[in-house]
């Protein structure tokens, strides 16, 4: 498992989740680096938490064919964890409203 330079958690078989709900800092919205790096890192730790599920409802996948998921793992919802420590911030999608 990884996380992209984009926010996506890449799954061992090759799939995308990209965490719906929320937005992670990135250095095209000119964050600095170190928060970059912080953001990502503390996603993929807290992927490798446990087992991650995730539940999506339609349209599942967006433009660049990443399951746009709300994340789980054994012992926690990823986007509330990247929200609480100030990792994320609420975006939804146009489609979602």
Same mark, same amino acid.
């Given at each position: 498992?990884?996380? #992209? %330079?984009?926010? +996506? ?10 965490? #719906?709900? &929320?937005? =992670?800092?990135?250095?095209? $919205?000119?964050?600095?680096?170190? /928060?970059? $790096? %912080? +953001?990502?890192?503390? =996603?993929? !730790? =807290? +992927?490798?938490?446990?087992?991650? *599920? ?15 998921? %709300?994340? /789980?793992? $054994? *012992?926690?919802?990823?986007? %509330?964890?990247?929200? #609480?420590?100030?990792? +994320? =911030?609420?975006? &939804? !999608?146009? $489609?979602?409203?």
């Amino acid at each position: 498992m990884r996380v #992209e %330079q984009n926010g +996506a958690l890449i799954l061992s078989d090759g799939r995308a989740l990209l965490l #719906e709900g &929320i937005r =992670l800092p990135l250095a095209a $919205d000119k964050a600095s680096r170190s /928060f970059v $790096d %912080q +953001a990502l890192v503390t =996603l993929l !730790a =807290l +992927a490798r938490d446990g087992l991650v *599920t995730g539940a999506a409802v339609p349209p599942k996948q967006d433009r660049y064919d990443r399951v746009r998921v %709300q994340g /789980f793992t $054994d *012992t926690m919802w990823l986007q %509330q964890a990247l929200l #609480e420590q100030g990792l +994320a =911030l609420m975006a &939804i !999608a146009p $489609d979602r409203e």
